[in-house]
Structures are given as C-alpha cells and as structure tokens.
C-alpha cells in the first residue's frame, strides 16, 4: 500500500514538473471563434482547436465566458455550444483553452466575438411584455390529447411612432411561429397575440423565447426579446367536475384533475371554504381529491378548489383559477328567496289594488252599474276569500321554500 502511494505521489509529482516547465503545454487559445444568431434568442458559438496546439499528451478544454447582455460562464469539451439569451441588445462572448488536472490550472488567453445590438432606440421597443399558456383538450385527439395555447400582450414603446407596427414570434425548441390573432390599441397597432394551440410542452425545461419585431417609416424599431420558463407562466386549470354533498352536518366535498397534461398524481389542491354567515374561512392544502368537513346547519357555505403543478412532477408555478363556487345551506335558498318574493309581492299587490277599486267603486263608475247589488257583494268575498288564500299560501311557501319544486307549485295556486 505503501510504496503504491509513493509512486502514484512520486509520478504526479513529475508530472506536474512537466507540464508546468514543459514549454510545449504553454496553452494557446481556440481560433476562428464566431457568434451566429441560430434562431430567436439563441446563438451558435463555435471556434477551432489552435492548430499550433501541441495535443496528443493533453486533456483540452474549454472555457466559455458570456459578458453580456449577461455573465455566465461554463466549459465544455466540445468546439460549438448552443446558447439561449436575448439578443436585442447585443451578444458578447469570450473563449480559452484550459487544462484542469487536480492541483493544476492551465488557460490560453481570451479570444472574444461579439454581435451587435439591434438598431432602433430602446424606447421604440414594446414594453411589459407578459404571456400565459394554458391547456385545452385538443380537437385533434388522434395527434396530442391536449394543446396548449398562447397569450401575449405588451405596450407600445413610448418613442415608438405613430405608425409604428409591431410582430410577435415565439420559438419553443426547433419550432418557430409567427403570430396570426392580434389584438390592436385605438391606432391600429399590434398589442397583444393569441395563439389557440402552440409547439409549447407545458411539462418541457425548455425556456419559450418570444421575439417582437416591429417596422415604421419613421424611425427604426428595436427588437425585443424574452425568455419564460414554462412552468412560470403555466396558467394551471381549475379542477374539474367538484361535487358537493350535505349529509346532516358532513359536506364530502370532490373533484377531478385539471385539464392537464400532468397526470393525477401531479397535483396538489387548494380547498377554501367559506361561512358567508359569520365570513369564517378555512384553507385546506391537499394532495388528494377529496375532503370531508363538519359544519353547522343554519349556515351557508360557498366551496371552492384550486390546483397547482407538485414540485415533484416540474418546478412549482404559481396556483391556478379557482373553480366556481359551489353554494350549500342556505345561500342558494336564499337565492330563490327573490324569485318567490318577487312575484307573490307583484300578485298580492295588484290583488289588494283590485280590491281598492272595487271598494271605492271605480268598476262602477268605469263600468255602468249593472242592477245587480247581491252579486256584486257576493264577488267581493269570494275575492278577500281568494286573496287570503293566496297570502297564506305565500306565507308557507315564504316558511318552508326548501324544495325547488316550490315555486312553481306556489305560482299554480297563485294564477
Ligand atoms: C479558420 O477559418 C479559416 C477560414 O474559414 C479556415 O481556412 C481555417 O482552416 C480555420 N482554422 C482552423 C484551425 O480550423
Ligand atoms: C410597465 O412596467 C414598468 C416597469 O417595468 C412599471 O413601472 C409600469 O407601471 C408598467 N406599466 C403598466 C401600464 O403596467
Ligand atoms: C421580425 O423577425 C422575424 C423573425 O426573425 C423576421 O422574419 C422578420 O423579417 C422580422 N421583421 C421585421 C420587420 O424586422
Ligand atoms: C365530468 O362530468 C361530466 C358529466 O357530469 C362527465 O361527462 C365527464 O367525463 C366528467 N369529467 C371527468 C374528467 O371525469
């Protein structure tokens, strides 16, 4: 063991001797180095192995350094590498060879290239720039269950002339396309972008890079781009098909998934429930689809679930829409309250109204008197009868309006 380690120490050590006195290992930088813009908001950076390179006893590398538009730096073995970074403003890049062996770092000088920034000042490119996906269930069944769609709006640029047009691309991976559905301002000119379906993989790392170009005769227009990481503007459906059943003093409250390319086991829930008696609020966080709460019975309680993308299936965004509240208790009867009221109140009112006419007699002074004095008193009662019948019947209704059926049961009486 011993004498192993001292050999293996004795030849790293005339290694080391080597490379460092050796003038042969003197590192010389890559050559041909070039920056070429490969597609929106990507470059191909590629260089050549310096030809003077002596190689055959050493482990090159690279060293890649991006200066702007920001700093980064990386190495690689290879002589290209791919990278993805708004452009408008320029590209800058440096590159050198390295040597890393353990204790030993060797580099060549920097060789460095550069793109330009687009032309146009920056106050005629669009500003606050934001976009959404979303999934739908896709049309065409037979090619991907599910689609997602696109949305973009910004401002228009404030030095950017009045005719000033503006044109939105999005790459997302090798796939790149140009707006078709834009929504324009007052003067015509483009502000937002719809796109029913994309290339875009909600479940992708990929960063969905969107470019915005635009042209005016006056002045020249500065691109603009932006990179999003799918995750951050993934707006997550609300779950489906939530169903709520009162039992007594139980509510089992369910739902399904959102539309999502995520599979079930990819979600974590969001219940709210509100008391709109006494505005108590309770949150529950859940990984399942189902959850059973105890309530009080004189109470009325909205119900409402939210679903957000687990940490375990992609990098969490941010939750999505709530579902439509669901309404238990006594809000929803509540609700039909109005419906009740409102028509019994009508139908009593225009009663008591019949009847004032009739006791002040303006049927008779509308009507010439038929000789008839019996009768007239006769359909008197039989009116107050029926009108006490109807108040009554309003009355109970008004107590126990608990069936929907109710109602209209009630309004047969009434007419
Ligand atoms: C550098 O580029 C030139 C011209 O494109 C080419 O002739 C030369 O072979 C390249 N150098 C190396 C080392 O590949
Ligand atoms: C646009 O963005 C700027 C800063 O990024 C912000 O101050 C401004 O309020 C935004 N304008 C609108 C209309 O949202
Ligand atoms: C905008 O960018 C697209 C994609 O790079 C390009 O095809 C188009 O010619 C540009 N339009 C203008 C007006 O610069
Ligand atoms: C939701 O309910 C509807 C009808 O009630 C049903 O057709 C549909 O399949 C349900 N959705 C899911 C995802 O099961």
Redesign the pocket.
């Known amino acids: 063991m011993l004498p192993t380690l001292v050999i293996l120490v004795g030849s790293w050590a005339t290694l080391q001797a080597d490379l460092l006195s050796d003038k042969k290992v003197l590192l010389l930088p890559p050559?041909?180095f070039t920056i070429k813009a490969t597609g929106l908001a990507q470059v191909l950076l590629q260089w050549?192995?310096?030809?003077d390179q002596e190689q055959s006893n050493v482990d090159l590398q690279y060293h890649v350094k991006i200066n702007a538009p920001q700093e980064d730096d990386y190495s690689t073995r290879k002589t290209d590498s791919k990278y993805v970074a708004p452009l408008h403003d320029g590209f800058a890049a440096s590159v050198r060879s390295i040597l890393k062996r353990s204790h030993i770092f060797l580099a060549s000088s920097w060789v460095s290239a550069e793109l330009k920034a687009s032309p146009g000042s920056s106050g005629t490119s669009v500003m606050n720039l934001t976009c959404t996906t979303n999934t739908v269930v896709s049309s065409h069944t037979h090619l991907r269950p599910y689609q997602v769609s696109l949305r973009c709006t910004w401002l228009v640029g404030k030095d950017a002339p009045e005719d000033t047009q503006y044109f939105l691309y999005y790459r997302f991976g090798v796939w790149t396309e140009e707006c078709q559905e834009y929504s324009r301002d007052t003067l015509n000119r483009n502000t937002g972008c719809w796109f029913p379906r994309t290339f875009i993989n909600s479940k992708g790392f990929e960063q969905l890079a969107v470019h915005i170009n635009g042209s005016s005769k006056r002045a020249a227009i500065k691109p603009f781009d932006q990179l999003f990481a799918p995750h951050s503007i993934d707006q997550v459906n609300p779950p489906r098909n939530v169903t709520v059943e009162l039992e007594e003093t139980s509510l089992y409250i369910q739902w399904e998934k959102p539309v999502s390319a995520f599979p079930v086991h990819c979600f974590n829930y969001e219940l709210k429930i509100h008391n709109t008696k006494n505005g108590y609020l309770q949150m529950e966080k859940l990984a399942t689809n189902k959850f059973i709460s105890k309530i009080d019975d004189v109470s009325t309680y909205s119900i409402q679930v939210r679903a957000v993308v687990s940490s375990s299936c992609r990098v969490s965004g941010s939750w999505g829409e709530w579902s439509q509240p669901i309404y238990v208790g006594k809000k929803k009867l509540l609700a039909e309250w109005h419906l009740i009221v409102f028509p019994a109140t009508a139908c009593f009112v225009l009663l008591i109204f019949s009847l004032i006419c009739r006791v002040c007699h303006v049927w008779i002074r509308l009507f010439p008197p038929v000789p008839a004095p019996k009768s007239n008193i006769k359909d008197l009662l039989v009116v107050t009868d029926y009108e006490k019948v109807a108040w009554n019947e309003t009355k109970i209704e008004v107590v126990s309006y608990v069936e929907e059926a109710g109602f209209e049961v009630m309004e047969n009486s009434m007419f």
């Not at 050549?48 to 030809?51: A, H, K, S, V």
């Open positions: 050559v041909n050549d192995p310096n030809p």
